[in-house]
């Protein structure tokens, strides 16, 4: 038995037959006045099935962008671009995805399976998620929250059991490491991702001698030593500036100074938070503001300055990325909490790759940081799990 509305048609379920000496009654009861009932045999009706929609082509895909259908006529250069530089790249809407390897909504699940498949059939060398995502997907917090393209979220340790986290789509053995190397370009709209791509084109323009490393008042000696150490590797003339030394104020001022100057890194090694670094707060969201650089890379030694899932506050990684014309062209930190000897050994393996190869590109430096730091850390998911690319994965280094 159904009743239909002006809009919807239900079943009412508590519809029995009640046999009577000559006769046959049928009893419900109907909740909705204005309402029309119709009777039928349950295998006379219609039910709804989930049909197979996998029309997704696949080709000889090298270079895999996942974004959403609107993004992609905004891509257009930046793939020709690729294309000149010999990639075969393939650019998928990720609802037409999330449509043909599942039935349910924002599924990143169904990402991981595509990706998958593609890489079965045609190894990838790269793979870069265009879009924003937020936590609050049906509006519970009532924060309008963005998600274009969803990530997984998992244990990290010491407590945390929720983190954010893009590792799984190019996990294809299912050990907790990236398999290929991933990045995510921060968008919430066409017009920031558009400022992004600009960036990443100016940074490809760009020569720089020097990086900056700035380290925390809290536990100095230790953080001291780390950079002390790090800058040591570097080819590049380094910037040392230490909080214990100058004062937060002119800390801040020094690192803004030497930024606006130029610099191919950034290198925070500290205390953070998904707002600002140090616990006195030597750099937040705020400060970005004042930047007049040209997009460099930061590197983030510190807790959850990559969280990047909030709906409902800035966090400093998303401001440095979309700073219109200044701050970060990629960022790389943690969206968990994390322990600084696992950072520090992560970290010497990123700048290692970078200085003995020709053209090391972010994404294969950063992969083989976290490979390499596997080998002897495999319990660490703080560290493989909680490390974040936020940037183009096939930009060369400057």
Not at 128 to 138: A, C, E, F, N
Not at 232 to 252: K, T
Not at 267 to 272: A, L
Not at 321 to 347: H, M, N, R, W
Request: glycine letters at 4%; a negative charge.
């Amino acid at each position: 038995v159904f009743s239909k509305t002006a809009n919807k048609t239900y079943v009412l379920k508590d519809a029995e037959i009640r046999y009577l000496r000559w006769s046959l009654q049928l009893h419900f009861s109907n909740p909705f006045e204005s309402s029309q009932i119709y009777i039928s045999e349950l295998n006379k009706t219609h039910s709804p099935k989930l049909l197979a929609t996998s029309s997704l082509q696949y080709s000889k895909t090298d270079f895999l962008i996942l974004t959403r259908s609107d993004f992609i006529p905004y891509l257009q250069n930046y793939i020709n671009e690729k294309q000149a530089q010999g990639f075969n790249v393939g650019v998928f809407d990720v609802e037409s995805v999330i449509t043909s390897f599942s039935d349910t909504y924002n599924n990143p699940n169904a990402l991981k399976q595509f990706i998958a498949e593609l890489h079965r059939k045609n190894p990838l060398q790269y793979v870069m998620i265009v879009g924003s995502d937020q936590y609050d997907y049906k509006n519970y917090l009532n924060t309008n929250a963005v998600s274009i393209v969803p990530t997984f979220y998992r244990n990290t340790g010491d407590g945390i059991h929720h983190a954010p986290t893009d590792v799984p789509f190019v996990d294809f053995d299912n050990d907790d490491v990236a398999d290929i190397p991933l990045g995510r370009l921060i968008a919430n709209n066409t017009t920031e991702l558009q400022q992004l791509l600009n960036k990443i084109s100016t940074y490809n323009y760009q020569n720089f001698n020097s990086e900056i490393f700035i380290t925390d008042n809290k536990d100095s000696d230790r953080f001291n030593a780390i950079a002390a150490d790090l800058s040591l590797q570097s080819p590049l003339q380094s910037n040392l500036i230490r909080i214990d030394e100058l004062g937060i104020e002119q800390a801040r001022q020094k690192l803004i100074e030497n930024l606006n100057s130029g610099s191919a890194f950034v290198n925070w090694i500290g205390h953070s938070s998904p707002t600002r670094w140090s616990q006195d707060n030597v750099f937040d969201v705020n400060n970005v503001a004042e930047l007049q650089n040209p997009p460099t890379v930061f590197m983030q030694l510190g807790c959850w300055n990559s969280y990047f899932v909030d709906p409902i506050k800035q966090y400093l990684s998303g401001a440095l990325l979309q700073s219109p014309s200044y701050g970060a062209v990629a960022t790389i930190g943690s969206s968990t909490y994390t322990k600084s000897d696992g950072e520090t050994e992560f970290v010497k393996y990123f700048k290692q790759y970078i200085n003995s190869n020709r053209n090391p590109t972010l994404g294969k430096a950063f992969n083989y940081a976290l490979k390499q730091y596997a080998q002897t850390n495999p319990e660490r998911k703080d560290i493989l799990l909680g490390y974040q690319l936020l940037g183009d994965p096939t930009m060369i280094v400057r």
